[in-house]
């Protein structure tokens, strides 16, 4: 899409919303009520996917620099007015969520698919993709990408149907399994087990070796 088609869709979108923030709702019934906000809600949960891609975009075509600022954090924190926790916070899912520039081919997907999938479609909402992210940065470095995968996967299936906090326990859960096995140690934690240290010396005069 060229920036002008773009620009003209967001002027749509945005004269799309003056039309339904003009409605009357006071003759509405409880059933259209409902219907309105549902539909609202998924929108709202989805509009962030499409900022998550035109952020990753604009960093890769651009330097905080050249946005006359020292960094992207930054950039956001002055042009939105909004907190660096908050600038943090969207940097990061921009990292994870938008497709990824490749330099030698088509465009990689993102670091977690099946979350901007379902971010993308209103299935899920902001805090369960903080839930997610924040669970699936917590995985051990020794597990595999295939389980890697499958764990964001099954965290985005419960996310679907239930709330931040049930979505929480379960990777909770997800987590407690994995570390009952575990890391496979290297060679720094094999060397620190085998190593011998001295404690203090007790008031007869031994020590004690552990």
Not at 33 to 44: K, N, Q
Not at 134 to 155: C, F, H, M, Q
Not at 191 to 207: E, F, I, N, S, Y
């Amino acid at each position: 899409m060229a920036s002008g088609d773009l620009q003209d869709t967001v002027t749509a979108l945005r004269a799309a919303f003056d039309e339904v923030a003009a409605c009357e709702v006071d003759l509405l019934t409880r059933p259209d009520l409902v219907a309105a906000l549902d539909e609202l809600e998924t929108l709202s949960c989805q509009l962030p996917a499409v900022g998550h891609r035109l952020l990753a975009r604009l960093q890769a075509e651009a330097t905080p620099q050249q946005m006359g600022a020292t960094s992207w954090k930054e950039v956001l924190t002055v042009r939105w007015r909004i907190s660096t926790g908050e600038a943090h916070r969207r940097l990061t899912e921009a990292a994870v969520l938008a497709p990824r520039p490749s330099l030698t081919g088509p465009t990689l997907p993102p670091v977690l698919p099946a979350t901007a999938i379902a971010q993308a479609h209103g299935l899920i909402n902001a805090e369960h993709v903080d839930v997610i992210r924040r669970s699936l940065n917590k995985v051990p470095g020794w597990v595999d990408a295939a389980t890697r995968e499958r764990i964001e996967l099954d965290l985005v299936r419960t996310a679907v149907g239930n709330g931040p906090k049930e979505l929480k326990d379960s990777a909770d859960r997800t987590l407690f399994l994995l570390d009952q096995d575990g890391p496979e140690p290297d060679d720094t934690e094999r060397a620190r087990k085998r190593g011998v240290t001295l404690g203090k010396q007790r008031p007869d005069a031994m020590t004690d070796l552990s």
